[in-house]
Protein backbone atom coordinates (compact mmCIF):
# COMPACT_ATOMS: atom_id res chain seq x y z
CA UNK A 1 0.00 0.00 0.00
CA UNK A 2 2.68 2.47 -0.80
CA UNK A 3 2.40 5.85 -2.39
CA UNK A 4 0.91 5.18 -6.20
CA UNK A 5 -1.14 2.36 -4.91
CA UNK A 6 -4.59 2.61 -6.56
CA UNK A 7 -7.98 1.87 -4.25
CA UNK A 8 -8.57 -1.00 -5.60
CA UNK A 9 -5.35 -2.95 -4.96
CA UNK A 10 -5.47 -1.11 -1.40
CA UNK A 11 -9.15 -2.93 -0.96
CA UNK A 12 -7.54 -6.73 -2.24
CA UNK A 13 -4.86 -6.34 0.45
CA UNK A 14 -6.97 -4.93 2.95
CA UNK A 15 -10.13 -6.88 2.87
CA UNK A 16 -10.86 -10.77 3.32
CA UNK A 17 -10.57 -12.48 -0.44
CA UNK A 18 -13.77 -12.29 -2.14
CA UNK A 19 -15.67 -10.20 0.09
CA UNK A 20 -15.93 -6.53 -0.87
CA UNK A 21 -19.25 -5.48 -2.54
CA UNK A 22 -19.54 -2.01 -4.31
CA UNK A 23 -22.12 -0.19 -2.69
CA UNK A 24 -24.99 1.24 -5.56
CA UNK A 25 -23.83 4.76 -5.82
CA UNK A 26 -26.02 8.12 -5.43
CA UNK A 27 -27.29 9.68 -8.16
CA UNK A 28 -24.86 12.39 -9.87
CA UNK A 29 -25.01 15.82 -8.47
CA UNK A 30 -27.25 19.00 -10.36
CA UNK A 31 -24.25 20.75 -10.95
CA UNK A 32 -21.38 18.81 -11.29
CA UNK A 33 -19.48 21.42 -12.23
CA UNK A 34 -20.49 24.53 -9.90
CA UNK A 35 -18.03 27.29 -10.54
CA UNK A 36 -17.38 26.71 -14.81
CA UNK A 37 -14.07 25.55 -14.23
CA UNK A 38 -12.17 25.28 -17.19
CA UNK A 39 -11.75 22.07 -18.96
CA UNK A 40 -12.91 20.62 -15.36
CA UNK A 41 -15.08 17.85 -16.97
CA UNK A 42 -12.16 16.62 -19.55
CA UNK A 43 -10.03 16.50 -16.38
CA UNK A 44 -12.35 14.15 -14.78
CA UNK A 45 -12.63 12.10 -17.87
CA UNK A 46 -9.05 11.70 -17.90
CA UNK A 47 -8.79 10.53 -14.14
CA UNK A 48 -11.34 8.08 -14.91
CA UNK A 49 -9.48 6.94 -18.19
CA UNK A 50 -6.12 6.61 -15.84
CA UNK A 51 -8.12 4.90 -12.92
CA UNK A 52 -10.66 2.82 -13.69
CA UNK A 53 -12.85 4.75 -11.04
CA UNK A 54 -15.48 7.82 -11.54
CA UNK A 55 -14.87 9.52 -8.39
CA UNK A 56 -12.02 9.88 -5.80
CA UNK A 57 -13.84 7.18 -3.59
CA UNK A 58 -14.66 3.53 -3.74
CA UNK A 59 -17.16 2.62 -0.98
CA UNK A 60 -18.42 -0.79 -0.26
CA UNK A 61 -18.87 -3.37 3.02
CA UNK A 62 -16.44 -6.15 2.70
CA UNK A 63 -15.01 -8.46 5.88
CA UNK A 64 -11.67 -7.54 7.14
CA UNK A 65 -10.25 -9.90 9.70
CA UNK A 66 -13.94 -11.64 9.94
CA UNK A 67 -15.35 -8.36 10.60
CA UNK A 68 -18.04 -7.18 7.92
CA UNK A 69 -17.47 -3.16 7.74
CA UNK A 70 -18.09 -0.46 5.27
CA UNK A 71 -15.00 0.34 4.05
CA UNK A 72 -14.55 3.95 1.93
CA UNK A 73 -10.92 3.62 -0.08
CA UNK A 74 -9.93 7.26 -1.47
CA UNK A 75 -8.38 6.54 -5.44
CA UNK A 76 -5.20 9.48 -5.04
CA UNK A 77 -4.93 8.88 -8.75
CA UNK A 78 -8.29 10.26 -9.33
CA UNK A 79 -7.18 14.57 -9.18
CA UNK A 80 -5.07 13.80 -6.12
CA UNK A 81 -7.83 12.22 -4.31
CA UNK A 82 -9.45 15.33 -3.41
CA UNK A 83 -12.78 15.77 -2.15
CA UNK A 84 -15.87 16.95 -4.46
CA UNK A 85 -19.06 17.17 -3.67
CA UNK A 86 -19.67 13.33 -5.84
CA UNK A 87 -17.44 12.55 -3.12
CA UNK A 88 -19.14 14.02 -0.40
CA UNK A 89 -22.67 12.30 -1.88
CA UNK A 90 -20.55 8.56 -1.56
CA UNK A 91 -19.02 8.94 1.49
CA UNK A 92 -22.57 10.47 2.85
CA UNK A 93 -24.05 6.87 1.45
CA UNK A 94 -21.98 5.15 2.92
CA UNK A 95 -22.17 5.96 6.68
CA UNK A 96 -25.62 6.04 6.31
CA UNK A 97 -25.43 2.19 4.83
CA UNK A 98 -23.20 1.37 8.19
CA UNK A 99 -25.81 2.80 10.25
CA UNK A 100 -28.79 0.97 8.80
CA UNK A 101 -26.97 -2.29 9.08
CA UNK A 102 -25.11 -1.61 12.25
CA UNK A 103 -21.67 -1.81 10.76
CA UNK A 104 -18.16 -0.12 11.67
CA UNK A 105 -16.75 1.87 9.22
CA UNK A 106 -13.52 2.04 7.82
CA UNK A 107 -11.88 4.88 5.92
CA UNK A 108 -8.59 4.41 3.77
CA UNK A 109 -7.61 7.87 3.35
CA UNK A 110 -5.36 9.51 0.38
CA UNK A 111 -5.85 12.65 -0.44
CA UNK A 112 -5.10 16.14 -1.02
CA UNK A 113 -7.39 17.98 0.35
CA UNK A 114 -10.53 19.78 -0.98
CA UNK A 115 -11.29 19.98 -4.89
CA UNK A 116 -10.30 23.84 -6.52
CA UNK A 117 -12.24 23.57 -9.19
CA UNK A 118 -15.51 23.41 -7.35
CA UNK A 119 -14.73 26.01 -4.94
CA UNK A 120 -16.19 26.59 -1.37
CA UNK A 121 -18.95 23.67 -2.33
CA UNK A 122 -15.81 21.41 -2.50
CA UNK A 123 -14.58 22.57 0.96
CA UNK A 124 -18.59 21.82 2.55
CA UNK A 125 -18.27 18.77 2.13
CA UNK A 126 -15.88 18.36 5.43
CA UNK A 127 -18.89 19.89 6.72
CA UNK A 128 -21.16 16.66 5.84
CA UNK A 129 -18.65 14.25 6.43
CA UNK A 130 -18.36 15.34 9.87
CA UNK A 131 -21.58 15.34 10.11
CA UNK A 132 -21.53 11.63 8.80
CA UNK A 133 -18.85 10.94 11.36
CA UNK A 134 -21.17 12.13 14.59
CA UNK A 135 -23.91 10.81 13.28
CA UNK A 136 -22.25 6.96 13.48
CA UNK A 137 -20.06 7.63 16.22
CA UNK A 138 -24.14 8.19 18.29
CA UNK A 139 -25.31 5.21 17.15
CA UNK A 140 -22.53 3.52 18.74
CA UNK A 141 -20.63 2.64 15.76
CA UNK A 142 -17.17 2.49 15.81
CA UNK A 143 -14.40 4.14 13.06
CA UNK A 144 -11.14 3.14 12.13
CA UNK A 145 -9.31 5.21 9.96
CA UNK A 146 -6.15 3.94 7.91
CA UNK A 147 -4.20 7.05 6.47
CA UNK A 148 -1.64 6.74 3.62
CA UNK A 149 0.81 8.40 1.53
CA UNK A 150 -0.36 11.31 1.11
CA UNK A 151 -3.01 12.50 3.76
CA UNK A 152 -3.48 15.62 3.75
CA UNK A 153 -5.87 18.75 4.50
CA UNK A 154 -9.94 18.28 5.19
CA UNK A 155 -9.61 14.40 4.65
CA UNK A 156 -6.50 14.37 7.66
CA UNK A 157 -9.24 16.54 9.48
CA UNK A 158 -12.08 14.94 9.03
CA UNK A 159 -12.06 11.29 7.96
CA UNK A 160 -8.48 10.35 9.74
CA UNK A 161 -8.11 12.62 12.68
CA UNK A 162 -11.72 12.25 13.02
CA UNK A 163 -11.81 8.51 13.72
CA UNK A 164 -11.98 6.67 16.82
CA UNK A 165 -8.65 5.09 16.03
CA UNK A 166 -6.04 6.31 13.89
CA UNK A 167 -3.97 3.84 12.35
CA UNK A 168 -0.99 4.98 9.67
CA UNK A 169 1.49 3.50 7.03
CA UNK A 170 5.48 4.17 8.10
CA UNK A 171 6.55 7.15 6.56
CA UNK A 172 3.31 8.39 5.25
CA UNK A 173 2.86 12.33 5.03
CA UNK A 174 0.33 13.37 7.23
CA UNK A 175 -1.00 16.60 8.16
CA UNK A 176 -3.38 19.49 7.76
CA UNK A 177 -1.01 21.48 5.28
CA UNK A 178 0.15 19.98 1.97
CA UNK A 179 3.95 20.11 1.31
CA UNK A 180 2.80 23.14 -1.28
CA UNK A 181 1.03 25.26 1.25
CA UNK A 182 3.20 24.91 4.10
CA UNK A 183 5.90 27.42 5.27
CA UNK A 184 9.06 27.50 3.17
CA UNK A 185 11.58 26.26 6.62
CA UNK A 186 8.56 24.11 7.81
CA UNK A 187 10.60 20.92 9.16
CA UNK A 188 9.50 18.03 6.48
CA UNK A 189 9.77 15.25 9.36
CA UNK A 190 6.86 16.67 11.48
CA UNK A 191 4.70 15.93 8.62
CA UNK A 192 4.84 11.94 9.03
CA UNK A 193 3.38 9.09 10.55
CA UNK A 194 5.97 8.37 12.72
CA UNK A 195 5.93 12.06 14.10
CA UNK A 196 1.93 12.09 14.09
CA UNK A 197 2.38 9.18 16.74
CA UNK A 198 5.03 10.92 19.25
CA UNK A 199 2.17 13.78 19.14
CA UNK A 200 -0.23 11.84 19.95
CA UNK A 201 -2.44 11.74 16.51
CA UNK A 202 -2.40 8.34 15.37
CA UNK A 203 -2.78 5.26 17.64
CA UNK A 204 -0.36 2.66 15.55
CA UNK A 205 2.32 3.00 12.58
CA UNK A 206 1.23 -0.67 10.96
CA UNK A 207 3.46 -1.32 7.65
CA UNK A 208 1.83 -2.66 5.05
CA UNK A 209 1.97 -6.50 5.10
CA UNK A 210 0.53 -6.34 8.56
CA UNK A 211 -2.29 -4.32 8.24
CA UNK A 212 -5.39 -6.18 7.43
CA UNK A 213 -4.53 -8.81 10.83
CA UNK A 214 -3.85 -5.20 12.71
CA UNK A 215 -7.24 -3.95 11.27
CA UNK A 216 -8.91 -6.80 12.02
CA UNK A 217 -7.80 -7.79 15.31
CA UNK A 218 -9.05 -3.94 16.13
CA UNK A 219 -12.46 -4.12 14.83
CA UNK A 220 -12.93 -7.72 16.48
CA UNK A 221 -12.25 -5.44 19.72
CA UNK A 222 -14.67 -2.68 19.49
CA UNK A 223 -17.57 -4.28 17.91
CA UNK A 224 -18.17 -6.16 21.17
CA UNK A 225 -20.13 -4.54 23.29
CA UNK A 226 -21.01 -5.91 26.84
CA UNK A 227 -22.57 -5.27 30.23
CA UNK A 228 -21.27 -7.25 32.76
CA UNK A 229 -18.15 -4.97 34.65
CA UNK A 230 -14.37 -6.26 34.09
CA UNK A 231 -13.21 -8.88 37.11
CA UNK A 232 -11.12 -7.71 39.37
CA UNK A 233 -7.60 -8.81 38.48
CA UNK A 234 -5.82 -10.97 40.96
CA UNK A 235 -3.34 -9.79 42.96
CA UNK A 236 0.62 -10.42 41.51
CA UNK A 237 2.85 -9.27 44.04
CA UNK A 238 2.90 -9.60 47.61
CA UNK A 239 -0.63 -10.85 49.18
CA UNK A 240 0.38 -10.36 53.46
CA UNK A 241 -1.16 -7.05 54.78
CA UNK A 242 1.58 -4.67 55.97
CA UNK A 243 1.82 -3.64 59.49
CA UNK A 244 2.20 -0.09 59.47
CA UNK A 245 1.24 2.74 57.05
CA UNK A 246 5.15 3.65 56.04
CA UNK A 247 5.66 -0.61 55.56
CA UNK A 248 2.51 -0.25 52.88
CA UNK A 249 4.23 3.05 51.43
CA UNK A 250 7.45 1.08 51.15
CA UNK A 251 6.12 -1.99 49.44
CA UNK A 252 3.87 0.24 46.83
CA UNK A 253 7.10 2.01 46.16
CA UNK A 254 9.50 -1.12 45.41
CA UNK A 255 11.15 -1.29 42.28
CA UNK A 256 10.58 -5.17 41.35
CA UNK A 257 6.70 -5.18 42.50
CA UNK A 258 4.50 -5.96 39.11
CA UNK A 259 3.53 -2.66 37.54
CA UNK A 260 0.60 -2.05 35.10
CA UNK A 261 2.72 -3.89 32.36
CA UNK A 262 2.70 -7.09 34.29
CA UNK A 263 -0.84 -6.71 35.49
CA UNK A 264 -2.36 -6.17 31.68
CA UNK A 265 -0.26 -9.14 30.42
CA UNK A 266 -2.08 -11.20 32.88
CA UNK A 267 -5.33 -10.47 32.56
CA UNK A 268 -5.80 -10.12 28.70
CA UNK A 269 -5.24 -13.06 25.47
CA UNK A 270 -4.68 -9.81 23.82
CA UNK A 271 -4.45 -6.13 23.72
CA UNK A 272 -4.42 -3.29 21.50
CA UNK A 273 -3.02 0.43 22.23
CA UNK A 274 -5.17 3.77 21.94
CA UNK A 275 -2.13 6.09 22.01
CA UNK A 276 -1.88 10.16 22.57
CA UNK A 277 -4.85 12.50 24.09
CA UNK A 278 -4.92 13.77 20.25
CA UNK A 279 -4.22 17.24 21.41
CA UNK A 280 -0.03 16.75 20.94
CA UNK A 281 0.55 15.24 24.13
CA UNK A 282 1.76 11.36 24.74
CA UNK A 283 2.35 10.10 28.09
CA UNK A 284 4.07 6.54 28.37
CA UNK A 285 3.27 6.14 31.90
CA UNK A 286 -0.61 5.38 31.12
CA UNK A 287 -1.33 2.87 29.03
CA UNK A 288 -5.10 2.82 27.36
CA UNK A 289 -6.90 0.75 25.03
CA UNK A 290 -8.80 -2.36 24.18
CA UNK A 291 -7.96 -6.15 25.18
CA UNK A 292 -9.51 -9.32 24.78
CA UNK A 293 -10.56 -11.64 28.36
CA UNK A 294 -12.38 -14.53 28.01
CA UNK A 295 -13.99 -14.00 24.44
CA UNK A 296 -14.82 -10.40 25.88
CA UNK A 297 -13.27 -6.71 24.99
CA UNK A 298 -12.69 -4.71 27.70
CA UNK A 299 -11.35 -1.37 27.68
CA UNK A 300 -8.31 -0.39 29.81
CA UNK A 301 -6.32 2.79 31.15
CA UNK A 302 -3.44 2.09 33.63
CA UNK A 303 -0.77 4.28 35.54
CA UNK A 304 2.86 2.83 35.42
CA UNK A 305 3.95 4.31 38.46
CA UNK A 306 5.03 7.72 37.23
CA UNK A 307 3.27 11.45 37.85
CA UNK A 308 0.74 11.30 35.22
CA UNK A 309 1.22 14.11 32.74
CA UNK A 310 -1.78 16.11 31.58
CA UNK A 311 -1.39 13.88 27.98
CA UNK A 312 -2.42 11.01 30.05
CA UNK A 313 -5.35 12.18 31.46
CA UNK A 314 -6.71 13.41 28.70
CA UNK A 315 -5.80 9.78 27.03
CA UNK A 316 -7.77 8.23 29.35
CA UNK A 317 -10.54 10.61 29.48
CA UNK A 318 -10.69 9.61 25.58
CA UNK A 319 -10.22 5.83 26.48
CA UNK A 320 -13.37 6.00 28.67
CA UNK A 321 -15.52 8.42 26.30
CA UNK A 322 -15.31 5.46 23.88
CA UNK A 323 -15.64 2.49 25.55
CA UNK A 324 -18.85 4.15 26.60
CA UNK A 325 -19.88 5.10 22.96
CA UNK A 326 -19.38 1.32 21.91
CA UNK A 327 -20.71 0.02 25.15
CA UNK A 328 -17.29 -1.92 26.55
CA UNK A 329 -16.55 -2.23 30.38
CA UNK A 330 -13.67 -0.43 31.44
CA UNK A 331 -10.54 -1.55 33.98
CA UNK A 332 -8.21 1.11 35.34
CA UNK A 333 -5.26 0.66 37.19
CA UNK A 334 -3.94 3.38 39.75
CA UNK A 335 -0.03 3.26 40.43
CA UNK A 336 0.93 7.18 40.55
CA UNK A 337 2.93 8.97 43.51
CA UNK A 338 0.40 11.90 41.91
CA UNK A 339 -0.21 14.33 39.22
CA UNK A 340 2.80 15.82 37.32
CA UNK A 341 3.60 19.20 39.07
CA UNK A 342 5.94 20.99 36.98
CA UNK A 343 5.89 24.17 35.13
CA UNK A 344 5.20 22.12 32.28
CA UNK A 345 2.74 20.49 33.44
CA UNK A 346 0.58 23.65 34.30
CA UNK A 347 1.52 25.11 30.80
CA UNK A 348 -0.15 22.23 29.43
CA UNK A 349 -3.39 22.28 31.77
CA UNK A 350 -3.02 19.86 34.51
CA UNK A 351 -6.05 21.07 36.20
CA UNK A 352 -8.72 21.20 33.17
CA UNK A 353 -7.40 17.61 31.88
CA UNK A 354 -8.00 16.03 35.83
CA UNK A 355 -11.42 17.82 35.63
CA UNK A 356 -12.26 16.15 32.58
CA UNK A 357 -11.26 12.74 33.51
CA UNK A 358 -13.37 13.17 37.04
CA UNK A 359 -15.86 14.05 34.92
CA UNK A 360 -15.49 10.98 32.47
CA UNK A 361 -15.27 8.68 35.45
CA UNK A 362 -18.68 10.28 36.93
CA UNK A 363 -20.82 10.23 33.42
CA UNK A 364 -19.48 6.77 32.18
CA UNK A 365 -22.23 4.71 30.96
CA UNK A 366 -20.84 1.44 31.31
CA UNK A 367 -19.21 -0.39 34.32
CA UNK A 368 -15.73 1.34 35.45
CA UNK A 369 -13.91 -1.68 37.69
CA UNK A 370 -10.43 -0.20 39.80
CA UNK A 371 -7.58 -1.63 41.12
CA UNK A 372 -5.09 0.18 43.28
CA UNK A 373 -1.95 -1.93 42.28
CA UNK A 374 0.76 0.71 43.54
CA UNK A 375 0.89 4.15 45.02
CA UNK A 376 -2.58 5.67 44.90
CA UNK A 377 -1.03 9.50 45.19
CA UNK A 378 -3.66 11.84 46.18
CA UNK A 379 -5.99 13.25 43.59
CA UNK A 380 -3.67 12.54 40.98
CA UNK A 381 -4.50 8.54 41.65
CA UNK A 382 -8.15 9.44 41.98
CA UNK A 383 -9.00 10.85 39.13
CA UNK A 384 -8.71 7.13 37.38
CA UNK A 385 -10.35 5.57 40.54
CA UNK A 386 -14.33 4.26 39.81
CA UNK A 387 -16.35 5.90 42.43
CA UNK A 388 -17.82 2.68 44.40
CA UNK A 389 -16.13 -0.09 42.34
CA UNK A 390 -12.45 0.60 43.53
CA UNK A 391 -10.37 -2.49 45.02
CA UNK A 392 -6.60 -2.55 46.43
CA UNK A 393 -3.88 -4.93 45.79
CA UNK A 394 -2.34 -6.03 49.13
CA UNK A 395 1.40 -4.47 48.53
CA UNK A 396 -0.51 -1.24 47.52
CA UNK A 397 -1.58 2.10 49.12
CA UNK A 398 -4.18 5.05 48.76
CA UNK A 399 -3.43 8.58 50.54
CA UNK A 400 -5.24 11.85 50.26
CA UNK A 401 -1.42 13.14 50.17
CA UNK A 402 2.27 11.35 50.28
CA UNK A 403 3.42 10.99 53.33
CA UNK A 404 6.41 13.41 53.40
CA UNK A 405 4.40 15.93 52.07
CA UNK A 406 1.47 15.69 54.57
CA UNK A 407 4.51 16.03 57.02
CA UNK A 408 6.54 19.08 55.32
CA UNK A 409 2.40 21.01 55.21
CA UNK A 410 2.01 20.10 59.03
CA UNK A 411 5.43 21.88 59.44
CA UNK A 412 6.96 18.06 60.93
CA UNK A 413 10.52 17.33 60.19
CA UNK A 414 11.42 14.90 57.36
CA UNK A 415 12.06 12.25 59.72
CA UNK A 416 8.19 12.06 60.78
CA UNK A 417 7.15 10.72 57.10
CA UNK A 418 7.20 7.01 58.69
CA UNK A 419 5.08 8.27 62.08
CA UNK A 420 2.67 10.62 59.13
CA UNK A 421 1.92 7.61 56.89
CA UNK A 422 0.63 5.21 60.18
CA UNK A 423 -1.93 8.10 61.24
CA UNK A 424 -3.03 8.66 56.85
CA UNK A 425 -5.02 5.99 57.12
CA UNK A 426 -3.82 4.77 54.17
CA UNK A 427 -3.24 0.73 54.34
CA UNK A 428 -5.30 -1.55 52.26
CA UNK A 429 -7.06 -3.30 55.75
CA UNK A 430 -7.51 0.41 56.82
CA UNK A 431 -8.94 1.39 53.19
CA UNK A 432 -11.52 -1.44 53.57
CA UNK A 433 -12.28 -0.01 56.84
CA UNK A 434 -13.09 3.61 55.99
CA UNK A 435 -15.48 2.22 52.93
CA UNK A 436 -12.84 3.64 50.94
CA UNK A 437 -12.63 0.53 48.59
CA UNK A 438 -14.63 -2.54 48.06
CA UNK A 439 -12.04 -5.10 48.87
CA UNK A 440 -8.96 -6.38 48.65
CA UNK A 441 -7.67 -8.35 45.80
CA UNK A 442 -7.06 -11.52 46.13
CA UNK A 443 -3.90 -13.51 44.80
CA UNK A 444 -4.09 -15.85 41.63
CA UNK A 445 -5.54 -19.48 42.42
CA UNK A 446 -2.82 -22.00 43.36
Known amino acids: MADGTGARDVLDALCDPGTFRGLPLPPPPERPDPLGWPDYAGARQRAAARTGESESVVTGTAAVGGTT ?6 EFGYLGGSLGQETGDRIEAAHAYARAHRLPVVPVVATGGSRMQEGMIALTQLQRVARQSALTRAAGLPQIAVVRDPTTGGGWATLGAGADLTLALPDAQIGFAGSRVRPPDADPAAYTAQAQLRAGAVDAVVPPGELRAALGRRLRLLTRPSEAPAPVPYALGRTDLPATGWEAVQRARAPRRPRAGAYLDAYFTYREELRGDRAGGVDDGMLCGFGEREGRTLAYAAQCGTATTP ?22 LVDTPGAASGDAAERAGAGPAIAELFLALAEAPVPVTTLVVGEGGSGGALALAAPGRTWVAPDAYFSVIAPELAAAILKRPADRAPQTADQLGLRPQDLVELGVVRGIAEPPPA
Not at 69 to 74: G, Q
Not at 311 to 325: C, D, H, P, S, V
Open 69 to 74: TVVIAF
Open 311 to 332: AGYRTATRLLRLAGRLGIPVLT
